[in-house]
């Protein structure tokens, strides 16, 4: 009988990985980091860093980012190839557009279906100069300023990505740049900035909209940064051994920012056994030690005020929501239709194949969990979308492989080593 057991140090997270390396360019002087993610995504940032002229080497298990200031971007001699990565789409064309340099972005299939737009439009506002070849995605072209006007932004969509482009724009911007986002959303480039000394105010405003104000340009010293194991991550292995009948694991080192780990909250309200227990606090972030075991689960409602916190995890709530008792409904997922698959298709149409009742009504999902165990094979449609085929790969594990992925390629998106972890937990006893 294959169960999850024992303990793991889990890989570094994405979003943390994204923005240490991208803030460490705009320092002064060298950033030591560790523990960074080496996934295909975070090397997108990393490769389009070095051609936008800074210098990063790897020394043994850490990276070493040799920063040239807010403004120190050179200009690239060719297209800055962001691959599938939307947050290094999003996040770099807001870190070059306050320096004056012309920059050619470009990214594979999927990440040329996704909204550019969601960001260049607070751009082109404060006076960069946007080209979306193909309305709305990319390739664009972008004029860089260094006299982006310093403005207040009202973000509507709950989106990371559109805040942290636009807080990395404004640290090069002269003057007061106010960003007000009316659904708060993971706050990693906040608690980033302040651990590296840099002044910025944050305060709740009216309808619980977050105001964050930036008066650059600022000027910065590099410091090391260690990066804590990623949730998004963890969440495969903890749902798994929720699901797999004698499982218990423990998964150290995890990053516990509240705005990451609402997932954990979902699951236990699901009937889930999970102990977090806090040890550290590294560069801004409480870290700490999740268990996890085998649990009898039940269906619940997850509102739609939830969709912010949980916009990672809704592919493995939903193989949780597989194996409970009763119907799970999981509602207000707009955004999930924007992600590297339309995800609720992605999740309906697997889902459906292995005989689980689910179906979408009005961008809410609705599953009804049954225990049932497929004695053929079925394949399954990852979409080259890592999380449905990490998701999948969890599920397979209570169906002794019949569940056929596609492309498990797409995994070392964000999580490299997630195969071989999921070997090194699997026990077959
Ligand atoms: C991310 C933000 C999220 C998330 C993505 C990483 C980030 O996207 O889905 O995997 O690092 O800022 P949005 O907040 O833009 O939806």
């Given at each position: 009988m294959l169960k999850f057991k024992g303990s793991l140090k889990i890989s570094g997270d994405k979003s943390v990985s994204h923005r240490a390396l991208i803030l460490s360019a705009m320092g002064t002087g060298k950033a030591k980091i560790t523990n960074l993610l080496e996934s295909e995504d975070v090397m997108r940032t990393l490769n389009i860093l070095k051609e936008l002229g800074i210098k990063i080497v790897k020394d043994d298990d850490s990276w070493i980012v040799y920063g040239n200031g807010t403004g120190g971007f050179l200009e690239p001699k060719k297209?800055?190839?962001?691959?599938?990565?939307?947050?290094?789409a999003r996040l770099m064309i807001g870190a070059v557009s306050s320096n004056p340099i012309n920059c050619t972005f470009i990214g594979d299939e999927s990440l040329s279906r996704r909204s550019m737009s969601r960001v260049t439009k607070h751009l082109e506002?404060?006076?960069?100069?946007?080209h979306l070849t193909r309305k709305d995605y990319l390739p664009l072209i972008i004029n860089g300023s260094e006299k982006l006007l310093p403005l207040m932004h009202n973000i509507q969509k709950p989106s990371a990505q559109i805040k942290s482009a636009l807080i990395i724009a404004a640290l090069n911007i002269h003057g007061k740049t106010k960003i007000i986002e009316s659904i708060a959303t993971r706050d990693h480039t906040e608690r980033l900035l302040k651990f590296l000394n840099i002044k910025i105010k944050i305060k709740k405003i009216k309808n619980k909209a977050t105001q964050i104000e930036l008066n650059g340009p600022y000027e910065f010293k590099s410091k090391s940064i260690d990066i804590a194991g990623d949730p998004s991550s963890a969440a495969f292995f903890i749902v798994g051994a929720l699901i797999l009948p004698?499982?218990?694991?423990t998964l150290k080192n995890i990053m516990l920012n509240p705005s990451r780990i609402a997932f954990i909250k979902i699951l236990k309200k699901m009937g889930g056994k999970i102990k977090v227990k806090k040890t550290k606090q590294i560069c801004g972030e409480d870290v700490g030690n999740i268990t996890a075991e085998y649990s009898k689960l039940k269906g619940i409602t997850i509102p739609a005020n939830q969709s912010a916190y949980l916009i990672d995890e809704y592919p493995v709530i939903s193989v949780a929501a597989s194996q409970a008792k009763g119907r799970t409904i999981m509602k207000g997922l707009d955004e999930l239709r924007y992600k590297e698959s339309d995800r609720i298709k992605s999740i309906v149409l697997n889902l459906k194949k292995i005989g689980i009742d689910v179906h979408e009504v009005n961008n809410n999902l609705h599953i009804l969990g049954k225990k049932i165990k497929v004695n053929k094979d079925v394949k399954i449609k990852s979409f080259g979308d890592h999380r449905i085929a990490m998701s999948f790969s969890i599920l397979n594990t209570l169906h002794y492989n019949k569940l056929k992925i596609d492309d498990k390629k797409c995994i070392n998106i964000s999580y490299p080593d997630f195969t071989k972890h999921l070997n090194f937990l699997l026990q077959n006893k």
């Open positions: 297209s800055l190839n962001c691959g599938n990565s939307g947050t290094t506002k404060i006076g960069a100069t946007v004698e499982s218990r694991v």
